[in-house]
């Protein structure tokens, strides 16, 4: 079965299932991506490689489409050359697939299956989507509202609402993220039975085989048991800001208390100007970009906690592989399976400063609670949420639409 993703770019987590999945020998995986790497679909700072790969990647030109979004020339002419038997797309590729006829035409003759992939945060439920969107203000990940005036953006999200139901309903298949995804993505219209479950997830086997190794070589930090950390881009709805805020507090009780950054992005200027403006320059430190796993995983074993105090997702796989209990707030869904409150770490109130201050001094001060919450995390990898699981279930949508042809 020929397997078509396509995406915004190659992100070198996710690089690695597609890898997996091209291993089945029923399976042949290709990846259509943007012929540049400055596609506005993928998030500022990811991570982008080729490196390792082991599935057909494709290019095409970008244009944007009378929906204002992007897609892809030659798309038509593409599909007639290379006759994938599913697609997997999502936001916003997966708009034309709705809404143009000549594409539809083509998808039919040659009997071409679609396969919507979303998370979906914070999609509400169809017939909430009304009073949802009344009421919300939609934020980037630089943290700024919408531009128009309040019904514009009404007005907008009602289109986009229809846009959905039309998408949703045109899809052949669903893989999601989040076990809410059942409800929510029915609600538009979509059967049950073709929404799967996929869950998100590194190569945990990797992180497994790299934890066993780091354990005999050299630390590459001093040994500090007030050490937090986090993981991911430097952009400004991962809320970095709190979390300095909170340790020029927690300073005050735990001197040696020390935060690792790790990751880029726009807001590091921003973010080390505030760690000296609150005099924890010196409790802060910034190791930048790491995306091999032996030196990822050197700074999440030395560390007792991790903290992911905005929006993100995997990185909770990735700490949780390597022990740590989790702190965190709203993130993008998928934290709902991971983090369970008091049993492998603590939810805070979203934006709340002194909250998040009180459950990083809780775990602290608790060593046994700490170690244990930490064996709880790996449990819940080795269980529940792991590279497996989303092939495994990857399989399962492929092998629903296989049926339907």
Not at 146 to 159: A, E, G
Not at 322 to 332: A, L, R, Y
Request: aromatic residues 12%.
């Amino acid at each position: 079965m020929k397997v078509l993703f396509i995406f915004g770019g190659l992100p070198h987590y996710y690089n690695k299932i597609l890898n997996n999945l091209n291993k089945d020998e029923n399976l042949t995986i290709s990846v259509l991506v943007p012929a540049t790497q400055n596609s506005a679909v993928i998030g500022k700072g990811v991570y982008q490689t080729e490196v390792g790969i082991e599935f057909t990647v494709f290019q095409l030109q970008e244009y944007k489409t009378i929906t204002g979004k992007p897609f892809f020339k030659g798309f038509n002419n593409f599909l007639k050359q290379n006759k994938p038997d599913a697609i997997v797309v999502g936001w916003p590729y997966i708009i034309p697939f709705s809404f143009d006829v000549r594409l539809r035409f083509l998808l039919n003759k040659l009997n071409i299956k679609l396969i919507c992939k979303d998370i979906p945060f914070q999609v509400p439920k169809y017939n909430e989507a009304r009073q949802f969107y009344w009421n919300y203000s939609e934020l980037n990940e630089e943290m700024l509202p919408p531009k128009y005036n309040k019904w514009i953006n009404r007005l907008k999200y009602f289109i986009l609402t229809q846009i959905r139901k039309s998408y949703y309903r045109q899809a052949d298949a669903h893989v999601d993220y989040i076990e809410e995804a059942y409800e929510i993505i029915s609600s538009y219209g979509v059967k049950k039975e073709s929404i799967f479950i996929i869950y998100n997830s590194p190569d945990t086997d990797a992180f497994f085989e790299t934890k066993s190794s780091i354990i005999k070589q050299p630390s590459i930090l001093n040994v500090n048991k007030y050490r937090i950390i986090h993981v991911g881009r430097l952009v400004k709805w991962k809320r970095v800001d709190l979390l300095i805020q909170a340790v020029s507090i927690l300073k005050q009780k735990f001197p040696e208390i020390e935060l690792i950054v790790v990751g880029t992005g726009p807001e590091k200027n921003n973010l080390i100007s505030q760690s000296k403006s609150l005099n924890v320059e010196n409790n802060v430190k910034f190791v930048g970009g790491v995306y091999d796993n032996e030196t990822l995983g050197k700074y999440l074993m030395e560390s007792s906690i991790y903290v992911l105090a905005g929006m993100g997702g995997l990185s909770i796989n990735d700490a949780m592989c390597f022990g740590k209990p989790v702190i965190c707030s709203v993130c993008d869904g998928t934290e709902k399976k991971l983090v369970r409150n008091n049993v492998n770490g603590f939810i805070f109130k979203n934006g709340n400063v002194e909250d998040l201050i009180s459950k990083i001094d809780l775990l602290l001060n608790n060593p046994a609670l700490l170690m244990k919450m930490g064996e709880m995390s790996v449990s819940i990898i080795k269980n529940e949420v792991n590279m497996d699981v989303v092939i495994n279930n990857y399989k399962k949508a492929f092998e629903y639409v296989k049926e339907l042809k």
